[in-house]
């Protein structure tokens, strides 16, 4: 079922063009410096493809809860999703999203010098200027509306990914209201997110998480809210 997107509106994306692109489950909010939708949503389509057709030779890739191997010939996404998977010790679908958006953020990059996608909280982003990304923990958290962090620019972009327990309809084990992670590897980020939300039940376990999030290398951040209660760490900027 669908969900108003409410956290869209604390994407800040002065001074670029910004449009949906909506494919099935697939739901984009791009940022760029021009129009892009008809080539987003070509990339969209391409990205989908490779993964439906992987999964329909591979029913194990949709369904594992846990790290699977593909082949060396598999598409680059499918890979880069199970690569994910595998570092966070989850399932390759837990990285979906920062995949997509990733993906087709960097395929955009031929055509612009800045770009954001947002795909279902999961973001990746490449600019020049400094950004303010909001974090929504759902309707009723004391933070929602009040917390941002600030993306600084960096060449090779960043992924920024949020998982729920609470808030939305991805599937967590944890009750975490919003569990963050920033990476260059916005696949990893997604995965990760997703782990660590895991891991937190209850907010007394928000350390744990965090400390999960901190054994991955390639992590630059991370941050979460549970209940009333928040815990930071790395390269997060809370403004």
């Not at 389509?45 to 593909?70: A, G, H, Q």
């Not at 990304?133 to 309707?139: H, K, S, V």
Request: with cysteine; proline share 2%.
């Amino acid at each position: 079922m669908y969900k108003e997107r409410k956290y869209r509106q604390w994407v800040k994306s002065e001074g670029l063009v910004t449009f949906e692109v909506k494919e099935l489950e697939t739901d984009l909010l791009i940022s760029a410096g021009k129009n892009l939708e008809n080539k987003a949503r070509e990339r969209v389509l391409n990205y989908r493809l490779d993964i439906e057709s992987y999964i329909k030779k591979n029913k194990d890739f949709f369904t594992s809860l846990e790290p699977i191997e593909v082949e060396i010939d598999a598409p680059r996404i499918v890979k880069a999703m199970a690569g994910a998977g595998k570092r966070a010790s989850v399932g390759p679908m837990a990285a979906i999203a920062g995949a997509i958006a990733e993906f087709v953020g960097r395929d955009l990059l031929v055509y612009t010098d800045e770009v954001i996608v947002e795909n279902g909280g999961d973001i990746f982003i490449k600019t020049k200027v400094k950004r303010v990304l909001g974090i929504y923990a759902g309707e009723d958290s004391p933070f929602s509306g009040k917390l941002a962090i600030e993306i600084d620019p960096r060449d090779e972009g960043t992924g920024v990914c949020t998982s729920s327990g609470t808030v939305s309809h991805s599937l967590s084990f944890g009750r975490a209201d919003a569990a963050l992670v920033i990476s260059d590897d916005t696949a990893l980020a997604d995965a990760v997110a997703t782990a660590m939300g895991n891991i937190v039940k209850n907010k007394d376990l928000i350390e744990k998480g965090i400390d999960f999030a901190r054994s991955i290398s390639a992590v630059r951040g991370a941050l979460v809210i549970a209940g009333d209660k928040l815990g930071s760490w790395g390269e997060i900027k809370l403004v």
